[in-house]
């Protein structure tokens, strides 16, 4: 099984809404990611985590905080977004973070910030 | 650092026709891997195909192939008998050192449209 799961799939919030995604794997993973990707462009990294521990925050704006409360869930906390937040988010998980592991990513939270 | 290109923003292919993806890249390790993954409208990206540098041979999953060059430092992907739904948005990329981490670092993509 190589699903990983995202809730919600859509999600519209307010400039002063929190809110979160979820992710999920069952795949024995131990590494976990997030990632913005916008319309016709390839995705950008977030944040990596590598056994359940925040490895990798690639400068990303404190309105966004992830969270890994086990090694099997990857939460996204939104707060005080910004339109320009709109975008496709999608988790992607691996068995590690070594360079020749392939990532499998969910369907996606498409999210509008009105 | 790590570098991917690639060229071509859009292709067109008959159905059952074969079609090859180009990608470039550019990287300092010694030893790298280059992944191939596709994502349709529906917006999942979906992993495709992997080759480390040190593979002897081409990679194969299915209908997909790699044409690793790499004195030429390509890692091109090749598509037989192009089915509808294979019209998606490909995308190659290349591990790249970030910290004591490694990221992806992704092509702009190419958009693949097979048509009937």
């Known amino acids: 099984d190589t699903e990983v799961t995202q809730t919600p799939k859509h999600l519209v919030m307010g400039m002063t809404n929190k809110k979160s995604l979820k992710c999920e794997q069952h795949m024995g993973h131990r590494a976990m990611y997030w990632y913005k990707q916008k319309a016709k462009k390839p995705p950008e990294l977030m944040f990596v985590?590598?056994?359940?521990?925040?490895?990798i925050n690639e400068s990303v704006p404190s309105r966004f905080s992830p969270e890994c409360p086990n090694s099997s869930l990857l939460n996204l906390h939104l707060h005080a977004l910004q339109p320009e937040d709109s975008a496709l988010y999608l988790c992607a998980s691996s068995q590690g973070v070594d360079s020749s592991y392939e990532q499998y990513f969910g369907p996606g939270t498409r999210l509008t910030v009105t | 650092a790590q570098k991917i290109t690639q060229t071509q923003p859009g292709m067109f292919v008959q159905e059952k026709e074969a079609v090859t993806l180009d990608c470039t890249y550019d990287t300092s390790d010694p030893s790298y891997g280059l992944f191939w993954y596709k994502q349709p409208s529906s917006g999942e990206m979906i992993f495709l195909i992997y080759q480390g540098s040190y593979d002897q041979q081409n990679a194969t999953e299915g209908r997909y192939s790699l044409n690793f060059q790499k004195a030429r430092k390509s890692a091109n992907l090749v598509i037989s008998a192009s089915q509808l739904g294979d019209s998606a948005m490909y995308f190659c990329?290349?591990?790249?050192?970030?910290?004591?981490?490694?990221?992806?670092?992704w092509g702009l993509g190419t958009s693949l449209a097979v048509n009937p």
């Open positions: 985590y590598s056994y359940e521990k925040l490895s």
């Open positions: 990329a290349i591990p790249a050192r970030a910290g004591n981490n490694r990221k992806l670092i």
